[in-house]
């Protein structure tokens, strides 16, 4: 008998707009699930080609963040993602953190490949709440816990 | 003539040391420019096709076309660099000139450079106009875009969401 597959959990991506979404384009397409997840960015430059998305004010302005709270919530709780990804900055802590303690969400954080010596703010705050965390040049493994893995970089490929 | 694309990126630090300098020697380049200036302080006078923001589809019309990128060092406008085979001239902002937040664009460009042919890197905008003039007439080889989905990132996540899946 043909073993049925199951349908696909419901995953949501978070990260500021810019260079980060980019990285978490080129994620999605290359893990093929592109048109399947729901996406929060920033309100800008994505909101016309971005099908499946919530948009928030961010692009790195920490006094949006007051405004910006509340709508990620309402995202995260209105879509109940199993899985959330995030490839950074502000908007991704939130909703890994609260994804995490409200939802018990699997939580994937990818250090952003700008990062090459020091650890983010981002990526320090996020660790403790991501089952999987990537850094994408091998020198910041010593610079997190045991977690942080290296597998490669978005930009260069295996450096 | 050839096509020279400037972008600054996404982030609200202005980089208008770049954006007044190459609206400043633009003229005497022979070259047709675009540039999206993003939030830059200096808005240009003399490019004609200088707009804040191009929409995506635009922008990705213009980088396409363009015979040169010239580009603050960022992950996206690197991303699409490699992936397109552009040739890139990199300004990094830095912190000294209050370009951004810290001088993680001078790191990540001191990694990229050396790496790939097609994308050369300078600190300060003086000799600019020389700069792109040699780099516009220059051969160079475009290495092959990394294969992505090779990475162990990418498959490791993949084999964590299809387990996920099962679940």
Redesign the interface.
């Known amino acids: 008998m043909e073993k049925k597959k199951k349908a696909q959990k419901k995953i949501m991506c978070a990260c500021q707009a810019g260079g980060h979404l980019t990285e978490m384009l080129i994620l999605t397409k290359s893990l093929g699930i592109e048109d399947k997840v729901v996406y929060i960015t920033d309100k800008g430059t994505a909101d016309n080609f971005l099908k499946n998305a919530y948009f928030v004010k961010g692009t790195g302005k920490l006094r949006n963040l007051p405004f910006d709270i509340p709508k990620i919530l309402y995202s995260i709780i209105k879509e109940r993602p199993k899985i959330i990804i995030s490839t950074g900055a502000e908007l991704g802590i939130v909703a890994i953190v609260f994804g995490k303690i409200f939802l018990r969400a699997k939580t994937i954080y990818i250090e952003c490949s700008a990062q090459v010596k020091k650890p983010s703010y981002s990526g320090r705050i996020v660790y403790p709440f991501a089952d999987i965390f990537f850094v994408q040049w091998e020198p910041l493994l010593k610079k997190y816990g045991k977690k942080a893995k290296y597998g490669g970089n978005l930009i260069l490929g295996d450096v | 003539m050839k096509k020279i694309f400037v972008t600054v ?4 630090h202005s980089f208008h040391r770049l954006i007044e300098k190459i609206d400043n020697i633009a003229s005497k380049i022979d070259a047709e420019f675009v540039i999206q200036y993003g939030y830059s302080d200096y808005i240009p006078k003399n490019i004609k096709q200088s707009h804040k ?1 191009l ?3 635009e ?1 990705n019309k213009k980088f396409g076309e363009a015979d040169l990128i010239i580009s603050h060092s ?7 660099t ?1 992936q397109k085979k552009k040739k890139m001239l990199l300004v990094p902002k830095q912190y000294k000139y209050g370009e951004h937040f ?1 001088d ?2 001078s ?2 460009a001191e ?2 450079k050396g ?1 790939y042919e097609n994308i050369k890197v300078i600190y300060e905008v003086d000799g600019l106009e020389n700069e792109i003039n040699r780099f516009l007439s220059e051969k160079v080889d475009y290495p092959e ?5 090779s ?8 084999s ?2 299809d387990n ?3 679940k």
């Open positions: 990126g996404n982030d609200y923001f929409d995506r589809e922008y960022g992950i996206g406008t690197m991303i699409d490699i810290n993680h664009q790191e990540i990694e990229v790496k875009p990394p294969d992505i989905k990475l162990k990132l990418v498959k490791d996540i993949k964590f969401i996920e899946n099962q």
